[in-house]
């Protein structure tokens, strides 16, 4: 289903977007110091279940790749993506532990 879910990067908005029954949904992101970060997935709950936040989760995370950016998941959807894609998990910036 997601192979016919055009996904562009609005670089002006920082973010992705992809158009889907007329409704706009956003993967939205901030690039700072070779970092991007992904903050929140959004998609109408009426195309929900259509694979639209995998595909935009995906289209940032290789974009990131093809620019050798490490990513910061704060999305908890991008989190648990991440976690069900261990191709993925290399790009993941390791978080540091309080007092080290």
Known sequence: MTD???IQRNEARSRFEA????QLCVID????????????VRVDKSVEG????AA???AALDWA???SLQVLPVCPYVI??????PD???LVQPVPRAGK
């Not at 992101?29 to 929140?40: E, F, I, K, Q, V």
């Not at 259509?50 to 936040?53: F, H, L």
């Not at 648990?80 to 894609?85: C, E, G």
């Open 19 to 22: 158009t889907v029954d007329g």
């Open 80 to 85: 648990a993506w991440i976690r069900r894609h």
């Open 4 to 6: 016919s879910i055009e």
């Open 65 to 67: 790749r093809a620019q």
């Open 29 to 40: 992101y901030r690039l700072a110091d070779g970092l991007l970060t992904l903050p929140s």
């Open 56 to 58: 935009l989760t995906r």
């Open 88 to 90: 993925y998990q290399d």
């Open 50 to 53: 259509r694979g639209i936040a």
